[in-house]
T-cell receptor, first 116, second 112 residues
Framework: AQSVTQLDSQVPVFEEAPVELRCNYSSSVSVYLFWYVQYPNQGLQLLLK??????LVESINGFEAEFNKSQTSFHLRKPSVHISDTAEYFCAVSDLRTRGSYIPTFGRGTSLIVHP | DSGVTQTPKHLITATGQRVTLRCSPR?????VYWYQQSLDQGLQFLIQYYNGEERAKGNILERFSAQQFPDLHSELNLSSLELGDSALYFC???????????FGPGTRLTVT
């Protein structure tokens, strides 16, 4: 069975500092990987995804994540954070289940807190 | 705006009662997922439908049931409610089951 571990439940950081949110997964089959962001009182929004191809994927707002198959990791990074990046971040992994459905497994989330 | 709508936004009910949560997926999306989010359990996958057919079940209790209708909207029925069922319930949709999901704003259920 697949699982996702987000190693930090909370990451405090100062504005304009770099940040890395860590995600490790375990799965016996090929996977698709996702990062979602949840702002207060809202649903989750897709931040970026890895399906195939280049192992480095980027979002439109400056985040990037690198798929590392040997280390089964998909860490999220941003070189300079803003106050508006304060949110909950979820890593998700999908593998193949019965009848061709990819069921996502979500990590417990990492709360990114950006201080001025 | 993700294009996924959920009603109601808030629901307060008593233990033992039954409620129905409704979800309309993004236009064109055939897959609908239901999730429960609580502080102690995190985000839990409940059930998935694809074009009206149940595709996968997660940690869904027997007291809970769902269906997807021909117009692709979905309903999640929660019965014999307990205090521990208080949570945020999200619906999400996707074009294909293995692609990214688009989440609705959620229904906050409070059981008193």
């Amino acid at each position: 069975a697949q699982s996702v571990t987000q190693l930090d439940s909370q990451v405090p950081v100062f504005e304009e500092a770099p940040v890395e949110l860590r995600c490790n997964y375990s799965s016996s089959v090929s996977v698709y990987l996702f990062w979602y962001v949840q702002y207060p009182n809202q649903g989750l929004q897709l931040l970026l995804k890895y399906l195939s191809g280049s192992t480095l994927v980027e979002s439109i707002n400056g985040f990037e994540a690198e798929f590392n198959k040997s280390q089964t990791s998909f860490h999220l990074r941003k070189p300079s954070v803003h106050i508006s990046d304060t949110a909950e971040y979820f890593c998700a992994v999908s593998d193949l289940r019965t009848r061709g459905s990819y069921i996502p497994t979500f990590g417990r989330g990492t709360s990114l807190i950006v201080h001025p | 705006d993700s294009g996924v709508t959920q009603t109601p936004k808030h629901l307060i009910t008593a233990t033992g009662q039954r409620v129905t949560l409704r979800c309309s997926p993004r236009s064109g999306d055939l897959s609908v997922y239901w999730y429960q989010q609580s502080l102690d359990q995190g985000l839990q996958f409940l059930i998935q439908y694809y074009n009206g057919e149940e595709r996968a079940k997660g940690n869904i209790l027997e007291r809970f049931s769902a269906q997807q209708f021909p117009d692709l909207h979905s309903e999640l029925n929660l019965s014999s409610l307990e205090l521990g069922d208080s949570a945020l319930y999200f619906c999400a949709s996707s074009l294909n089951p293995h692609y990214e999901q688009y989440f609705g704003p959620g229904t906050r259920l409070t059981v008193t």
